[in-house]
């Protein structure tokens, strides 16, 4: 299958801080990307999707303003986590989608602690 | 999307044949049924999709029932790195389609 990879694996950073998570498609265009989020013991939790080009669309209860998303790119997809807080730290995963309806690949994880 | 209901947890004997069962019985007709797999702290792996028809490839196979309202994902020949979550999700195949996550079946194969 194809590949997507995310940068960094895993990041500490102290609260009040930005930090930004990296999503890659390495070997196809991705034309929509989706970020979910996953806390210990449970399952992944959809944030937002977005298409190339175009302005995010989030969740209900995800905060836009919290939860920056980019899409500059077709290969490219950037989630900032703003003035992180303790209670963000958790798994966040992006997955990647081509032109093909069924397939949809996952990277492999970012791991964010707040302190 | 359809909402999907499954097991907890399932136990298999290394080298057995797994049966994952996944009930949807609110399907509709133009949703298909997807099969991920995540292996503790990566990213969720895609095994198989299907609509209608039973199908196979190199990892698993999907037997979907006639009136759609369930299906099963076998691996045939249980090994200990297919440990891992099963998610079976429905959705519809345009390009605005989402993979909405259940709490899947936590599989655990046993030496």
């Given at each position: ?115 | ?27 509709s007709g133009n949703e298909y049924v997807y099969w991920y797999r995540q292996i503790h702290s990566q990213g969720p792996q895609y095994i198989i999709h ?37 998610y079976c999700i429905v959705r519809v195949a345009v390009q605005g389609g989402k993979l909405i996550f259940g709490q899947g079946t936590e599989l655990s194969?046993?030496?």
């Amino acid at each position: 299958g194809a590949v997507v990879s995310q940068h960094p694996s895993w990041v500490i950073c102290k609260s009040g801080t930005s930090v930004k998570i990296e999503c890659r498609s390495l070997d196809f265009q991705a034309t929509t990307m989706f970020w979910y989020r996953q806390f210990p013991k449970q399952s992944l939790m959809l944030m937002a999707t977005s298409n190339e080009g175009s302005k995010a669309t989030y969740e209900q209860g995800v905060e836009k303003d919290k939860f920056l998303i980019n899409h500059a790119s077709l290969t490219l997809s950037t989630l900032t986590v703003t003035s992180a807080h303790p209670e963000d730290s958790s798994f966040y995963i992006c997955s990647a989608r081509g032109t093909g309806f069924h397939e949809q690949y996952f990277g492999p994880g970012t791991r964010l602690t707040v302190t | 999307d359809a909402k999907t209901t499954q097991p907890t947890s399932m136990d298999c004997a290394e080298g057995r044949a797994a049966n994952l069962p996944c009930n949807h019985s609110t399907i509709s007709g133009n949703e298909y049924v997807y099969w991920y797999r995540q292996i503790h702290s990566q990213g969720p792996q895609y095994i198989i999709h299907g609509l209608k028809n039973n199908e196979t490839n190199e990892m698993a196979s999907l037997i979907i029932t006639e009136d759609r309202k369930s299906s099963t994902l076998i691996l045939p020949h249980a090994t200990l790195r297919d440990t891992a979550v099963y998610y079976c999700i429905v959705r519809v195949a345009v390009q605005g389609g989402k993979l909405i996550f259940g709490q899947g079946t936590e599989l655990s194969v046993k030496p």
